[in-house]
């Protein structure tokens, strides 16, 4: 036992790079995993908190008018600027928020449910099933945002009629995608034996057909939620939306319009808003579709 | 069993799915899916369904389950007429005939527990009221079926192929039917998973003196468990008998053809191979005559223009063939 034996002293030497240090825990796990609703989700959930905490992020009245100081450049006073009746860009843009996301979220949900209560009419009735089609189908032609403005035509400007407006332009399509899942789910066998053990319709339609649409609707309803958010900040932009008391990213740019070229700012902040937005939701609905895909759902 | 009737009576079973084209989407041709098939099965009695895939044998399963209309024909149960009535009325009817499908990853809904999936036909037949009760029926379904009790708070995708059939066999055992039909329901599994159901399903029989519809397309499988064998071709039966008859003296040619292609365990062994040539005809337009006709090996001339009935050719053995023998590829036309 004089010397160490040549095999222990030929030990490798513990290499000196190490592998690049990963996420750990199940955060990170999650991350790795799922990096675009990581990213979506916080994006979202950051303009969520922006929206109800609008009030408390050293924000003024949105709505106060003060001539003197209007079409300021931003500046540590005025974060953004100011429009051209002198109201402060950054209280606006932030409480802005609150109508996009309301917007979005509520068709987003009234489309969703209208849609699938159709879709799984139209899938289980055989005989109402072309009449309801055809009817899904001359909506869909017509362009949403044309829909959509042609209602709000037709009734007072208030968030409830934007967000009405644009579920009716919306929901064919949940009820067009519902309709064919539910098809297809009729002939599974899971349902067919449920048939067999006297399982009723509405207790199949409820235990076997709807959780199963589940995962298609929940990526179709962030896409509806992104599409509801821009076509609402268009009805606002040509005055079609919101009413302009109410500081909207449309009726922001809308108003920012006119001065474009000399004084951008003003329509460049609600945008940016409304793109990280739009972005954040569809990143949300890309990252959910990719999870809950059936072929990929066996590497939990 | 002369005055007492089967448990389940199939006479002329028909089911044809109509196809529709043109430009007003009128009926175009018809599939003869079941074309006329009859039989019954005694309480306790097996009969297997045998033929190629798109003969219609599962056809026949569904449409005797209601899942889809049949076209004609009538099934009683029990001495009950079940194809005509009203689904309200078939519902409690349905207690007594149950299923279990082919495929196991796609016959049990991906979001249920197996003590929810367990407890449906419970609940839907008020055979188990309040949490502990149904608890403790499905815990015996567990057990009756070889799985762990504590398997029943967990998910289908959690268990293997084998053992998400055993679940199905359960739900099918759960409202206490009398007749289970079988719907290929070994043949996605492997050949030592598929012993162990097989298994299963004949000690159940004894058990619980369950009467079996095992639709398949294995006569190898079907040799293990059956008392009687149905063999069918496009839509029809064309042998009707029992398991040793069939396997000792069949007699009509596709059975023989059908038998000569089960593997044998015994690379020696030398076989008389009846090999068939060609496709099975499309059910959309079957053969005049005979529908074996156009790969029989035997076929004539009467075989091309008459449709042979299906006849008494021993005891308890029916045949759907002109001919009086079919002995070992020599072919003896009855003059008539």
């Known amino acids: 036992m004089s010397a160490i034996s040549p095999e222990i002293a030929a030990a490798p030497a513990l290499p000196d790079v190490l592998p690049p240090v990963k996420l750990r825990g199940k955060v990170g796990t999650f991350v790795n995993r799922y990096p675009t609703i990581a990213v979506g989700g916080v994006l979202l959930a950051a303009m969520v908190l922006i929206a109800i905490f609008a009030p408390l992020l050293f924000t003024v009245d949105p709505t106060a008018l003060a001539p003197a100081k209007r079409t300021r450049e931003p500046s540590a006073?005025?974060?953004?600027?100011?429009?051209?009746?002198?109201?402060?860009?950054?209280?606006?843009?932030?409480?802005?928020?609150?109508?996009?996301?309301?917007?979005?979220?509520?068709?987003?949900?009234?489309?969703?449910?209208?849609?699938?209560?159709?879709?799984?009419?139209?899938?289980?009735?055989?005989?109402?099933?072309?009449?309801?089609?055809?009817?899904?189908?001359?909506?869909?032609?017509?362009?949403?945002?044309?829909?959509?403005?042609?209602?709000m035509a037709l009734t007072r400007g208030s968030v409830q009629n934007v967000i009405i407006a644009i579920s009716v332009a919306e929901f064919p399509r949940v009820s067009r995608l519902i309709r064919g899942v539910v098809l297809s789910l009729r002939e599974q066998p899971y349902v067919e034996a449920a048939v067999a053990s006297g399982t009723r319709v509405p207790k199949i339609i409820w235990r076997h057909i709807l959780p199963n649409t589940l995962a298609p609707l929940m990526v179709q309803a962030t896409y509806i939620c992104a599409s509801a958010m821009i076509t609402e900040a268009i009805l606002s932009f040509i005055g079609a939306g919101t009413p302009p008391i109410i500081p909207s990213w449309g009726n922001i740019m809308a108003e920012g319009r006119a001065l474009w070229q000399v004084k951008p700012f003003i329509v460049f902040f609600p945008a940016v808003y409304l793109s990280i937005t739009v972005l954040a939701v569809n990143l949300l609905g890309d990252g959910l579709r990719d999870a809950l895909d059936p072929r990929l759902a066996k590497r939990l | 069993?002369?005055?007492?009737?089967?448990?389940?009576?199939?006479?002329?079973?028909?089911?044809?799915?109509?196809?529709?084209?043109?430009?007003?989407?009128?009926?175009?041709?018809?599939?003869?899916?079941?074309?006329?098939?009859?039989?019954?099965?005694?309480?306790?009695?097996?009969?297997?369904?045998?033929?190629?895939?798109?003969?219609?044998?599962?056809?026949?399963?569904?449409?005797?389950?209601?899942?889809?209309?049949?076209?004609?024909?009538?099934?009683?149960?029990?001495?009950?007429?079940?194809?005509?009535?009203?689904?309200?009325?078939?519902?409690?009817?349905?207690?007594?005939?149950?299923?279990?499908?082919?495929?196991?990853?796609?016959?049990?809904?991906?979001?249920?527990?197996?003590?929810?999936?367990?407890?449906?036909?419970?609940?839907?037949?008020?055979?188990?009221?309040?949490?502990?009760?149904?608890?403790?029926?499905?815990?015996?379904?567990?057990?009756?079926?070889?799985?762990?009790?504590?398997?029943?708070?967990?998910?289908?995708?959690?268990?293997?192929?084998?053992?998400?059939?055993?679940?199905?066999?359960?739900?099918?055992?759960?409202?206490?039917?009398?007749?289970?039909?079988?719907?290929?329901?070994?043949?996605?599994?492997?050949?030592?998973?598929?012993?162990?159901?097989?298994?299963?399903?004949?000690?159940?029989?004894?058990?619980?003196?369950?009467?079996?519809?095992?639709?398949?397309?294995?006569?190898?499988?079907?040799?293990?468990?059956?008392?009687?064998?149905?063999?069918?071709?496009?839509?029809?039966?064309?042998?009707?008998?029992?398991?040793?008859?069939?396997?000792?003296?069949?007699?009509?040619?596709?059975?023989?053809?059908?038998?000569?292609a089960v593997p044998v365990p015994d690379p020696d062994a030398v076989r008389s191979r009846v090999i068939l040539t060609g496709d099975v005809p499309s059910p959309i337009n079957p053969p005049s005559g005979c529908s074996f006709h156009t790969r029989c090996p035997f076929a004539y001339d009467r075989c091309r223009i008459e449709e042979p009935e299906l006849r008494t050719v021993g005891e308890g053995h029916q045949s759907a063939c002109h001919l009086d023998h079919v002995p070992g590829g020599q072919v003896v036309p009855v003059p008539r």
């Open chain 2, 1 to 260: 069993m002369s005055n007492m009737r089967p448990l389940l009576e199939v006479a002329g079973l028909k089911k044809h799915f109509p196809i529709y084209g043109g430009m007003f989407g009128t009926e175009t041709a018809r599939v003869y899916a079941v074309d006329g098939v009859s039989f019954d099965i005694a309480k306790g009695e097996t009969l297997s369904l045998v033929g190629e895939s798109g003969c219609g044998k599962s056809t026949v399963g569904k449409a005797i389950l209601r899942l889809i209309e049949p076209t004609g024909g009538e099934v009683y149960l029990d001495g009950q007429r079940i194809d005509n009535i009203p689904l309200v009325r078939l519902r409690p009817l349905r207690q007594r005939i149950q299923v279990v499908f082919q495929d196991p990853f796609s016959s049990l809904n991906p979001r249920m527990r197996v003590r929810d999936i367990l407890a449906e036909p419970l609940i839907n037949f008020g055979l188990a009221h309040g949490r502990a009760e149904i608890d403790d029926r499905v815990a015996k379904l567990m057990d009756t079926v070889r799985l762990p009790r504590d398997a029943m708070r967990r998910f289908p995708h959690e268990f293997s192929g084998g053992q998400r059939q055993r679940i199905g066999i359960a739900r099918a055992l759960a409202p206490g039917a009398d007749l289970i039909i079988c719907d290929e329901a070994v043949s996605a599994l492997d050949v030592s998973v598929k012993a162990q159901i097989v298994n299963l399903l004949s000690d159940l029989q004894d058990e619980l003196g369950l009467a079996l519809l095992f639709i398949s397309h294995d006569l190898a499988i079907v040799e293990h468990l059956t008392h009687r064998v149905a063999v069918m071709y496009l839509g029809k039966i064309v042998e009707l008998t029992d398991r040793r008859t069939l396997f000792a003296k069949s007699h009509h040619p596709y059975t023989r053809a059908l038998l000569s």
């Open chain 1, 77 to 151: 006073l005025y974060w953004f600027g100011t429009d051209m009746l002198g109201r402060d860009i950054y209280s606006r843009v932030t409480y802005g928020a609150r109508v996009s996301l309301l917007v979005g979220f509520s068709v987003a949900l009234l489309a969703s449910v209208v849609g699938t209560f159709i879709g799984v009419v139209s899938g289980f009735m055989r005989a109402l099933d072309s009449v309801i089609m055809r009817v899904m189908d001359g909506l869909m032609s017509i362009p949403p945002i044309l829909l959509a403005i042609a209602l």
